[in-house]
């Protein structure tokens, strides 16, 4: 179970974290001495960074829900039916869903945490004793929240202030001018490297932050570092004038070269530490089980940092995050209460592009919903009930547990799982844990390093690390066949193991393919559809057959349930009916590609990006800054690329 949690904290904690630190007016120099000199205030003042994190429309129910990150080649955004607007790279500076009149918005809460470690950061420097093990913890904990908030500012929206001091001891201070991203990354290398020395690894971290996944520690902030330097060296978009330098120069190799040989130092400082090796699973399923199951212990876990909610009372990351189970309620396992607004739908075609014997393929997609009923959800005519359940009490309307397959345009995310919990789910607010950066991610940024990286800009030292091996490790484990090791392989493998965990977006991204590969997945929708090309051998209607599985998804004892077993039709060149097929022994048909409501994939009702406007997805890849941000800004911040021309 969870043994810390920050965003549960209490009223005197809160007290200490504001001070107001988002307010003109600083403390006393008085009251940062008594603050800053002592190790229990200090940490209480640091869980008012984290305190962040659990607000509303911040990582609590948007940013780690599916309002980031999406839509892509795999993760496809449902909510509106999927045409909310910041899912189709349509969003305006007034996106009601995520800005507000009072600007408690994303913008606001990161600009507030980034302003609450400023305050720690200069506080410990001045008045904390850094002979503490703890105290030098803290300082360096608060070096990495700071640059992890950046780093997500700069993922949504690029260019943005680059504000390290505090508002207190800074003239501009919330005036600090919007100005290119290259002056917030080379901040964060710095930082990065100063954190990973003052933290100890994690089984050395002081007091609770000791073999925690919660709390950061050594390994996150070498991981983190590797994550920003492949931004730094990456293609992002850029404004096509610039207001404020300098200018990211894109054809320097030499400091693409120097990038990508930091990142194998930092990979390296983690692959080459015995300790640390320990922390890549050997099953990739357990990697979520154990996230869903509140498994918090640092090395039984894959993750080096995640968010951490409060059990039950903040966060909602299985609700957006997992299929639908909300007409499952009382029936599957842990599911007492709670919606399932299950946000992250799977662009089907990924399912082709794993290997058969990939394991990655059913822990990240889910081709059913659950539903716990006396089969009606299944069909209306109690005969087909009896005939696929043949031993649940029909005549008597004993309800049962079953998972009803999804047409092909359905498929949902599969990594957080309320059957996988420890502790009944019994509202919205699931209290799942945020994963940010784990081991597998480590290894594949080293192998991408290894070979230069998208510029080709070859390291001018390995560490000894050894980039194919990590590549093949990652492989190896999804029980995936050999591949040779290069910028398009790497591409494909980052996309098959990450997706769900709100990463390929920036991936492709900083590679420059954004547009190019949403283009050509929609081409690959539409083969799809017409069963050609690539996708030549399909059939409409698929074939499928239950297991028993007595009451191990159940929600109490005696339950039954039953899962999706057999399936035909499926795969490529699974034509006709299978052999085997008889409905009376259980067999069920139905059609994968339309439905009541039309063709699944019909162009109308698929949408990855706005087709009527293509060329958004040049500049509009980054959120505009919110028009109650600007407005307050007092000309500091402006919106860039076809925002400002369009005012949409």
């Known amino acids: ?99 507000t009149a009072n600007g408690k918005d994303p913008w606001g809460y990161l600009n507030t945490a980034i302003e609450r470690c400023n305050n720690i950061i200069e506080g410990i420097e001045a008045y904390g004793d850094t002979s503490s093990v703890k105290m030098k913890y803290m300082l360096g904990e608060a070096y990495f929240l700071r640059s992890f908030c950046y780093l997500q500012m700069v993922q949504l929206w690029g260019d943005v202030p680059a504000r390290f001091t505090s508002i207190a001891t800074d003239e501009a201070g919330m005036k600090t001018k919007k100005s290119d991203r290259t002056n917030v990354l080379k901040q964060l290398r710095i930082d990065l490297k100063k954190a990973a020395q003052l933290m100890p690894w994690s089984n050395e971290c002081p007091g609770t932050a000791a073999n925690y996944t919660g709390r950061p520690s050594r390994g996150a902030a070498y991981a983190l570092l590797a994550r920003v330097d492949l931004m730094y060296a990456g ?49 990739y399923e357990d990697i979520f089980k154990k996230i869903c199951a509140d498994e918090t212990n640092y090395y039984n876990s894959e993750v080096f940092w995640e968010i951490a909610f409060a059990d039950g ?23 007492e209460g709670g919606s399932s607004n299950s946000s992250v739908g799977i662009v089907p075609t990924l399912y082709y592009d794993f290997e058969p014997n990939d394991v990655r393929r059913d822990v990240t997609m889910a081709r059913y919903i659950w539903v716990y009923d006396n089969g009606k959800e299944f069909n209306s005519d109690p005969d087909k009930v009896k005939q696929a359940f043949p031993l ?172 999706i077993d057999s399936v035909y039709g499926l795969n490529k060149g699974e034509l006709g009916q299978p052999a085997s097929y008889n409905p009376e022994n259980g067999w069920r048909k139905g059609n994968l590609y339309a439905g009541s409501s039309g063709e699944q994939l019909a162009p109308d009702n698929y949408m990855l990006f706005d087709r ?37």
Not at 314 to 332: E, P, S
Not at 461 to 484: I, M, N, P, Q
């Open 313 to 335: 009372s903040r966060g909602q990351v299985l609700q957006y995050n997992c299929t639908k189970m909300d007409k499952a309620i009382g029936g599957l396992k842990n599911n």
């Open 1 to 99: 179970m969870k043994n810390y949690k920050y965003i549960a904290i209490t009223a005197v904690a809160v007290v200490l974290a504001g001070c107001d630190f988002f307010d003109s007016k600083s403390p006393s120099a008085q009251d940062a001495t008594q603050v800053f000199s002592n190790e229990n205030s200090t940490e209480q003042v640091i869980a008012g960074v984290y305190e962040q994190f659990g607000q509303d429309k911040s990582f609590r129910n948007r940013l780690a829900c599916g309002y980031q990150g999406m839509n892509t080649d795999v993760e496809y955004g449902n909510k509106n039916s999927g045409r909310a607007e910041w899912n189709i790279y349509a969003m305006s500076p007034t996106s009601g869903d995520l800005s």
């Open 612 to 648: 009527e406007y293509p060329n958004r997805l040049n500049g509009r890849q980054y959120w505009p800054i919110f028009s109650v941000n600007v407005g307050q800004s007092e000309g500091a911040l402006w919106n860039d690329y076809d925002y400002a021309n369009t005012g949409e």
């Open 235 to 283: 293609k992002g978009v850029r404004p096509a004038t610039w207001q404020e330098g300098p200018e990211f120069l894109v054809d320097d190799a030499s400091l693409r070269q120097e990038l990508n040989t930091e990142v194998m130092w930092a990979c390296a400082q983690i692959i080459k530490n015995g300790n640390e090796a320990v922390k890549f699973q050997s099953n």
């Open 392 to 563: 649940v009490d029909v005549a008597n309307n004993e309800k049962f547990l079953y998972q009803k397959q999804n047409m092909i345009g359905s498929w949902y995310g599969n990594k957080y799982r309320v059957e996988w919990m420890t502790r009944n789910r019994t509202g919205n607010d699931d209290g799942i844990n945020f994963p940010i950066i784990r081991y597998a991610d480590v290894l594949l940024m080293a192998a991408e390093a290894s070979i230069g990286g998208i510029g080709g800009d070859m390291p001018t030292d390995l560490y000894g690390v050894d980039g194919k091996a990590c590549f093949d490790k990652v492989r190896a484990r999804a029980h995936a066949s050999a591949r040779e090791l290069n910028m398009a392989n790497i591409q494909e493998e980052r996309k098959l193991e990450l997706t769900g965990e709100y990463i390929r977006k920036y991936d492709l991204m900083r590679w420059g393919i954004l547009k190019e590969t949403l283009e050509n997945a929609h081409v690959r929708l539409a083969n799809m559809r017409a069963h050609s090309g690539e996708f030549a051998g399909l059939q409409d209607t698929l074939y499928i057959k239950y297991k028993y599985v007595e009451d191990e998804y159940s929600f109490a004892a005696g339950i039954k349930g039953f899962i």
